[in-house]
């Protein structure tokens, strides 16, 4: 067979399934695939805030890096098929906890700061695009003491509150715990910085990522490690749990640069960076996220046995085939490239059974079993994603089509040829390699059927 690209599919992504979804399943144990692909997963708006310490005064630099979605933005036509958004991200400071109630009771007002932009879409298409963003980078100094923000975005003059994203920080007389840990993407040459991850205070799943350390004063460099725990995290406070990854500093790690600074390249990637000098000692590691499963973490600096910084953080995965988000769904969603026997057996059961048989089924196909993520399953259920995307019609989901299960079994094509015979309904002709599949329409509305 052709074949699904690997060979099947497998399975890393299911602890993040079973771990995060489980309990939603059970409680939509009839939900759709057609809920799950409208179901939003990413946030409607990136935020993440870095307290830096100045090495002018006794201020400290609050920078808030931020990313927004196109399709979080309001979009109005601006003629020859362009779109344009006027959109103004607004940070309002105040000083004091963060209310647990009402959070527009706070009465301690302290700074707005505001970030503006007109926002260009090339398409209509491209205004709802969840895979294009729109950057910025704010930064305010601020004294020792207790803060919190709010979020309002104001996009083409209509006003929305971002609850969800207030957060309470807090600025003592040293920089903070966890202030001194920053995360970026992979960096070959750390000396010239990088870019953000830009997902807020999450961390992009199965990805490795650069963890940047600002060693502090009267701190040695000869016994720095770091430790990265998985973790839950309440409110207020962090508990670990297993050790996942445990790793020394060498001294190709260390170097010395002026203070951090994040700034933004044409409004689509923000970057950390060096200022001139060297004022402060760093170290940096890359982190082997890609064989840690999806769930809550905290990195741990260590000076021997002495801790001496921590920073948790959630992995999040943006782009879940939307079919394990749940297991009744997903196993609906192979029935193309199961016998009939397999097929009934694997719905056999309680959830519990479900869940098992579903997990054994992909654990003994994964081509990379030293990790969590499993490609070989990913690519399938990708694959369910494009098909629904691209074949579905008024009558049939793409993924239930001919053309979706060829596609679900073989992958794209290496050709696809269109013929419109007069008098003779239009046919596709899908080329593998030396196979060839020739589908036929049989409505004006996209429905084709495999005729050989």
Same mark, same amino acid.
């Given at each position: 067979m052709y074949a699904l690209k690997y060979s =099947?599919?497998? #399975?890393?992504?299911?602890? %993040? =399934?079973? !771990?995060?979804?489980?309990?939603?399943?059970?409680?939509?144990?009839r939900?759709? /695939?057609?809920?799950?692909?409208n179901r939003a997963i990413a946030p409607p708006i990136f935020l993440d805030y870095h307290t830096v310490k100045s090495?002018?005064?006794?201020?400290?630099?609050?920078?808030?890096?931020?990313?927004?979605? /196109?399709?979080?933005?309001?979009?109005?036509?601006?003629?020859?098929g362009t779109f344009a958004s006027e959109t103004e991200l607004i940070i309002t400071i105040r000083e004091g906890e963060l209310p647990s109630g009402d959070r527009s009771l706070s009465t301690s007002f302290l700074d707005r700061i505001f970030w503006t932009q007109r926002v260009t879409a090339s398409s209509f298409d491209e205004t709802s695009s969840t895979d294009k963003f729109v950057s910025g980078v704010v930064k305010k100094n601020l004294p020792p003491g207790t803060y919190h923000y709010s979020v309002r975005l104001r996009t083409d003059g209509i006003n929305r509150d971002f609850r969800s994203l207030a957060r309470e920080f807090t600025i003592t007389d040293r920089t903070g715990r966890d202030s001194r840990?920053?995360?970026?993407?992979?960096? !070959?040459?750390?000396?010239?910085?990088?870019? #953000?991850?830009?997902?807020?205070?999450?961390?992009? /799943?199965?990805?490795?990522?650069?963890?940047?350390?600002m060693i502090?004063?009267?701190?040695?460099?000869?016994?720095?490690?770091v430790k990265v725990f998985e973790a839950e995290r309440s409110q207020s406070e962090v508990t670990r749990r297993d050790l996942v990854f445990e790793q020394a500093f060498s001294s190709d790690?260390? %170097?010395?640069?002026?203070?951090?600074?994040?700034?933004?390249?044409?409004?689509t990637q923000n970057v950390v960076r060096f200022a001139g000098g060297d004022t402060f000692s760093y170290a940096y590691m890359t982190i082997p996220n890609n064989r840690f499963r999806n769930t809550g973490f905290e990195v741990v600096i260590f000076d021997g046995e002495t801790e001496i910084?921590?920073?948790?953080?959630?992995?999040?995965?943006?782009?879940?085939?939307?079919?394990?988000l749940n297991v009744d769904v997903a196993i609906a969603n192979m029935e193309p490239i199961l016998d009939q026997d397999t097929f009934r057996e694997l719905r056999r059961g309680n959830q519990q059974a479900r869940e098992r048989k579903f997990?054994? %089924?992909?654990?003994?196909?994964d081509p990379e079993p030293e990790r969590y993520f499993n490609p070989l399953m990913v690519e399938y259920f990708s694959r369910v994603d494009q098909a629904f995307r691209r074949f579905s019609t008024p009558n049939t989901p793409g993924f239930q089509s001919d053309r979706g299960k060829v596609f679900l079994r073989n992958g794209e094509p290496d050709r696809i040829e269109r013929f419109f015979p007069t008098n003779a309904p239009a046919t596709e002709v899908w080329t593998y390699g030396s196979r060839r599949f020739v589908f036929e329409a049989t409505t004006g509305f996209g429905d084709y059927v495999l005729r050989n």
């Open positions: =099947l599919i497998a #399975t890393a992504i299911l602890l %993040f =399934l079973f !771990d995060f979804f489980a309990p939603a399943a059970h409680a939509q144990s939900v759709s /695939y057609f809920q799950l692909a090495s002018e005064n006794d201020e400290t630099t609050v920078w808030f890096d931020f990313k927004i979605p /196109y399709n979080t933005l309001q979009f109005r036509s601006s003629g020859s840990i920053f995360f970026s993407s992979v960096s !070959d040459t750390p000396t010239e910085g990088a870019s #953000t991850l830009g997902l807020g205070r999450a961390i992009p /799943y199965a990805k490795d990522f650069g963890l940047f350390f502090p004063d009267g701190v040695g460099s000869d016994n720095l490690r790690d260390l %170097f010395n640069a002026g203070k951090i600074e994040i700034e933004n390249h044409e409004n910084a921590s920073r948790a953080f959630q992995t999040l995965w943006i782009d879940i085939p939307r079919s394990l997990r054994e %089924f992909w654990n003994e196909r």
